[in-house]
Every structure is written in structure tokens, then in C-alpha cells.
């Protein structure tokens, strides 16, 4: 019988090669094509920004990006005020959320008990998945009173008159501006820097970390000394993921920054980023330079990006060649 | 940037809206977000009584008119109005729909809604931070026997691009000629103080978080959360409350025969008890229909929206036209003519 049915089933095998063939054919050529057409995109998005921002950038020039007038009324445009906040809001989230994203991935590592790490991992997933409009309206409304009772009165009542802390504190005690949009936009980059870095540092392999152990190193030197050292490159990536996310978050910042044009003057005072302007004025916009502003501005924050990742990139490459 | 993509994205889903709608027993706009609750509220009365069926695509103001310019909609709804020469440079015929009217709300401990009294110029010289605590002698002069307390005012605005601060500004801007000349009028403007909150809701945010805080927010908004608003001084001289029958005193007494085009800010109008701070939000149709029939379809709504929409729109806290402005509307709408040059709705 089974001498019978051998012969039946090696044509059908051979008659499957040719199929398979097609099929990685039409796999390749499927990826080649994703892979174009997000090329085409990236750059068609490039050149959309310049043609639609051009009348802007024509009229202003690189005065543009040094001027901090933004005036809807006489159409004059710089994009100085918002720059700056996106800068400034996007590195103090990253400043707050890196030793925190750390602290969650060693500890998911290295020392959570073995039951709970799957809830806590799968939570701070869950963080990564709130949309930001929540993060947005909890912000103004859960997140400011508090912040306005028990840090923002506290800090500025403490400020002696003349010092820096009163530079620093200075502005409306309602929880909104410059240092509470950093601490939302730190929350929401959080759950991505600590995933990934836990991602990173369960790589390491468990050799490496047993020997150290087994040295008789403690936890934290084991951490700091071992692991951490291990998996740089990708930790840098891993910033540079959170930093990006930073950059471009709109709704949450919007709702909570105050939204003013102007240069911040400290923590408290009211600003702007490059996401936020666009969000709050680009469906009114009338007037076609206004229209164009706000997309050179788009292209602005492109840029921004495109150099942090860039920075990202020769980061990694200098490590590579160290190591 | 995805904001930009989204908005592109979105023209182009409007506009294959558009071209797939103006099949049959349908008709389509896009435009200002304020009166889409109630453009959707008449829409579904006025498919369950005749069939035909609206889509309103609420993208804001801007986006209204570059719609209707680029002919993907029917009609395109802003509640800026176009200026007279505006409407004829691109073809188009304005009328107003609905009035709303724009009312100073803050956050002073201890006061009810109406304790304190405002004029126009001491609003502009609040917002431009020239007064800048509540004690002021300026706001003691309209307020005799109230204490007023000592405390900083922070100044709340809009922080997307309104219509509701376009009438604002424009406000401040009749009232206050420094206003005009440092600030002026415009959906969004260049603010000398305060902070922005974004939309009514986050306006109201943070006046309600703020002691010490004026803002402006849209009037069915100040109703429906019970703000602590100020009375206005009307132009002449008395000061009155924020309700829709004033609303409506201002939109009956405009001088609308005088304003071609419909072009008219409802801001200080003369008569009693006439809110100063009223605007109405406008439609925006071709003046020549390509489709005769498709633009005596949207005339036939609004008609029917003047007539049996009243109700729909008090429940939702707007102020429907008065009578004498919709008869005036209806015989503007002779200017709407079809291909062959005949007024499209008889």
C-alpha cells in the first residue's frame, strides 16, 4: 500500500516547486514596492511642504526662523517662539522620562518577582496605547489643578523675590505652560522608552549577567557595569524614539501649554510648539501665507527630526567604531 | 505634518463626497464647526420629512471657503463673514443662518453671574493688559458698591483660529482704537497677554482653574455650564445679560438693508437691550449654479430650515433669525441663478 502511494505524492511535490518560485518572486517584488513607495512618500512629502510653505518662506526668509512675531492679523510670520518651545518642551520630557523608562526596564529585568512582570510589562504597554487626546483632557483637567495646588503655589511661594527659583517660577498658577506640557509629553514618551529598553536588555545574554553575578557583583553594579554598557547603542536608539515622539506630539501639548507665541521666560509662562500652532490654527487659516506659515512650519519640525535622527545615526556609528 | 496630511486627506475625501453625492436626493457642505449641531439637527428633520439628505462636513471656516471655491461642495458655511468684494471676486452670494453672541465669562470668588459690569473699552484694555487687577479705579467707576477684589486678572483667549474670536476682536477693535491699531481683528491674532486654551471647553478650563481669570466663550457654552458672566454695556448706555432674547435684539434692529452682501457684524447695534457682542454664522453658495436643480435643492433646506427650524435651534442654545431677516434672505436668494440665468429657487 504504502509502496503504492509514494510514487502519487512525489510528482505533486515537484509540481509545488515552480509555485513556490512564483510566489517569493511576487514576495520580493511586494517588498521592493513597499519599500519605493515609502521612499516616494517621504519625498513627496518633502516637496509638498516646500511648495505649499513657499509663500511663506519666500516672503520671510530665514528670517523666518529668527523672528518671533506671529501675527494672523498683519500676516507677518517667524517661527522662532515655536521652535524654541518644541525644543525646549521635548528636552525636558526627555530629561524626565529617561531615568524613570530606566528604572521600569532594571527593574522589570532584574528584580521584579516573576509573577508580577508580566502585568507590569503588559501595563506599560498599555500606557503606549492611550491616545494622546485622553492624555490632552486629562491633562487640563485632572493633571493642572493638582500640579497648580501641590508644586506650582508651593514653588512660587518659596521663591525668595530676585532669586532664580522666582525667574524660574514666575507666570499664572493654573497648571498650564511650559514645565506641565513637558511632564505630559515625559508620561506619554515613557511607555515607549520602557519597553524598548527592556526589549534591549533582555537581549543581554544570561551568561554575561550569571558571570557577573557570579563574581559577587551587586544588582546595581551588575546594571551599571554589565548590562547597561551592553546594550548602549540600542538605548541611544531607544532615546532617540522617544525624543522623536516628543517632537511631533500635538493634541496633549496643545490642550495644556497656553499656547502663546512668544518666547517662554520660565517654566510657568505660557508657550507654543511647532505640532500645537499647526493643530490649533491650520482649519481657520483664511489668508494663503498664513496657510503657507503653518506649513513651513511642518517642514521646520521635519528638519528637526531628520537631525535627531541623524545625530542618532553618527551617535551609533561612533560607539561601533569604539567597540 | 500628519495635521497637514490629515487636512489634505480629508479635502480629497470631501471632494470624492461631493462628486459621488450630487447624485440624487442629496446635497453637500463644508465649513465652520459652531453651527454643526444644528445644521445636522435640521438635516435629519428635513430627510425624514422630503428624502433628501444633507452631509455637513464641519472642517472649519477656512476650510469652507476653499471648498466652495473649488466647487466641491454645494455650499461652503463660515462664521467669518466674506467681505461684499470677497464674495464677488470668487462668485459667491452670502446669507446668515443662525446668530450666536460671544459673552465675557471669569472666575471671582464670591461673585454671581451679573455682578460685575463691563463696557467695551475697559474689555479691550483688560485683554491688552493696561488693567491689570480687578480693583482697578477704571473698573470701579461701572461697578459702585460692589468690592471688587484685589486680586491679578489673567486674561484667557482662544487658541485655535475662531470665529468666535473673530467677533471678539472685532469687538474690541470698534470699541478700542488702540486695539485697531496695536491688535485688530482676525480669527487668530498676535494676543499682548494671557493665555490660550483651546476651544470653548478649554477657555472655560481654565477660567474655572484660574481665580482672577476673564475669558470669552460662545454664549450656548456659558449657559450650559452655568459660568459667572459680566454684563455688557449696550450702545445705549444700559447694561444687560447675555440671554437669546437680547441676541435677538441685536440681530432685529441691524441695519441689514444697509449691508450688501449680508456683510454685517451684529457688534453694538443700536436699540434696547441689544447684546453688543452677536454675530451671526453665514452659508456660502455660487451665485451661478452649474446644476439649477442641485442649488434650488439647498435654497429648498434652508427655506425649510427658516421655517420649521426655530425649535431645533432654541434647544441647542442658538438664536434663530428674526422673521424680517429671513424675508430679506429669501429675496436675496433671486441673485442664485441657474445655467439658463433664471433664479434657481421660485
Known amino acids: 500500500m504504502s509502496e503504492t502511494t509514494l510514487p502519487a505524492a512525489a510528482p505533486a511535490k515537484r509540481r509545488s516547486a515552480p509555485r513556490g518560485a512564483l510566489i517569493g518572486q511576487i514576495f520580493e517584488g511586494l517588498c521592493f514596492g513597499a519599500a519605493t513607495l515609502l521612499l516616494a512618500a517621504l519625498g513627496g512629502i518633502i516637496v509638498s511642504l516646500i511648495v505649499g510653505g513657499w509663500p511663506a518662506l519666500s516672503k520671510f526668509g530665514v528670517g523666518f526662523l529668527f523672528s518671533a512675531t506671529w501675527n494672523p492679523v498683519t500676516d507677518v510670520y517667524g517661527a522662532a517662539g515655536p521652535i524654541v518651545g518644541t525644543l525646549i ?26 509573577p508580577l512582570r508580566r502585568p507590569i510589562g503588559t501595563a506599560v504597554e498599555l500606557l503606549a496605547g492611550i491616545p494622546s487626546i485622553v492624555y490632552g483632557m486629562w491633562g487640563l483637567f485632572v493633571f493642572a489643578p493638582l500640579f497648580a495646588r501641590w508644586i506650582q503655589l508651593p514653588l512660587m511661594s518659596a521663591a525668595k523675590p530676585g532669586s532664580l527659583l522666582e525667574t524660574l517660577t514666575t507666570g499664572i498658577p493654573n497648571g498650564s505652560g511650559i514645565l506641565p506640557a513637558s511632564i505630559i509629553l515625559a508620561i506619554m514618551i515613557l511607555p515607549f522608552m520602557a519597553a524598548t529598553l527592556r526589549e534591549l536588555l533582555l537581549t543581554v545574554p544570561a551568561a554575561v549577567r550569571e558571570s557577573a553575578y557570579g563574581l559577587g557583583a551587586t544588582t546595581a553594579e551588575v546594571v551599571l557595569s554589565v548590562t547597561l554598557p551592553y546594550v548602549r547603542q540600542g538605548a541611544i536608539g531607544a532615546v532617540m ?78 560607539q561601533g567604531a569604539k567597540l | ?124 484694555d483688560i485683554y491688552r493688559g493696561a488693567i491689570k487687577k480687578w480693583d482697578d479705579p477704571l473698573l470701579a467707576r461701572t461697578n459702585p458698591g460692589v468690592k471688587l477684589p484685589n ?19 472685532s469687538f474690541l477693535s470698534l470699541q478700542a482704537e488702540h486695539w485697531r491699531t496695536e491688535v485688530g481683528a482676525n480669527d487668530s491674532v498676535q494676543w499682548p497677554v494671557g493665555l490660550g486654551g483651546k476651544g470653548n471647553d478649554g477657555v472655560a478650563a481654565f477660567v474655572k482653574q484660574t481665580p482672577g481669570s476673564i475669558g470669552y466663550v460662545e454664549y450656548a457654552y456659558a449657559k450650559q455650564n452655568a459660568m459667572t458672566y459680566a454684563l455688557m454695556q449696550d450702545k445705549a448706555g444700559q447694561f444687560i445679560a447675555p440671554t437669546a432674547q437680547n441676541f435677538k435684539n441685536a440681530a432685529a434692529n441691524a441695519k441689514w438693508t444697509n449691508a450688501p452682501g449680508f456683510y454685517l457684524l451684529l457688534l453694538d447695534q443700536p436699540g434696547k437691550d441689544a447684546w453688543p457682542i452677536t454675530g451671526a454664522t453665514f452659508i456660502l453658495m455660487h451665485a451661478k449654479q452649474t446644476d439649477a436643480a442641485k442649488g434650488a435643492e439647498v435654497l429648498k433646506f434652508f427655506d425649510w430650515a427658516y421655517k420649521n427650524g426655530d425649535g ?20 436675496s436668494w433671486s441673485k442664485i441663478v441657474g445655467p439658463d440665468g433664471k433664479p434657481v429657487y421660485k
Open chain 2, 312 to 331: 431645533a435651534a432654541d434647544q441647542l442654545d442658538y438664536v434663530p433669525l428674526p422673521a424680517n431677516v429671513k424675508d430679506l434672505i429669501r429675496k
Open chain 1, 89 to 114: 518642551t521635548a528636552a525636558l520630557a526627555l530629561v524626565l522620562a529617561l531615568p524613570i523608562s530606566g528604572g521600569v526596564a532594571f527593574f522589570l529585568t532584574e528584580l521584579c518577582p516573576a
Open chain 1, 241 to 318: 524614539l522617544g525624543l522623536g515622539r516628543a517632537l511631533g506630539e500635538t493634541m496633549a501639548v496643545t490642550f495644556i501649554i497656553g499656547n502663546s507665541h512668544a518666547f517662554p521666560k520660565s517654566l510657568f509662562d505660557s508657550g507654543s510648539t511647532i505640532a500645537s500652532t499647526i493643530a490649533n490654527e491650520f482649519t481657520e487659516a483664511t489668508s494663503p501665507v498664513h496657510t503657507a506659515a503653518l506649513i513651513s512650519l511642518g517642514l521646520v519640525l521635519f528638519l528637526i527630526t531628520f537631525a535627531v535622527l541623524g545625530l542618532a545615526r553618527l551617535l551609533l556609528r561612533q
Open chain 2, 1 to 124: 505634518m500628519l495635521k497637514i496630511l490629515g487636512a489634505a486627506l480629508s479635502a480629497a475625501l470631501i471632494a470624492g463626497v461631493a462628486t459621488t453625492a450630487s447624485a440624487a436626493g442629496s446635497m453637500s457642505g463644508a465649513g465652520a464647526t459652531f453651527p454643526a449641531p444644528v445644521y445636522n439637527k435640521w438635516a435629519e428633520a428635513y430627510k425624514a420629512a422630503t428624502g433628501t439628505a444633507l452631509n455637513y462636513q464641519p472642517i472649519g471656516s477656512g476650510g469652507g471657503i476653499k471648498q466652495i471655491e473649488a466647487s466641491t461642495v454645494d455650499f461652503g458655511a463660515s462664521d467669518k463673514p466674506l467681505k461684499v468684494e470677497d464674495q464677488q471676486a470668487n462668485g459667491l452670494v452670502m446669507f446668515p443662518t443662525v446668530i450666536g453672541g460671544i459673552v465675557p465669562v471669569m472666575n471671582l470668588p464670591g461673585f454671581k453671574p451679573g455682578a460685575l459690569k463691563l463696557t467695551g473699552p475697559q474689555l479691550a
Open chain 2, 151 to 169: 486680586l491679578p486678572i489673567t486674561v484667557v483667549h482662544r487658541s485655535d483660529g475662531s470665529g468666535t474670536t473673530f467677533l471678539f476682536t
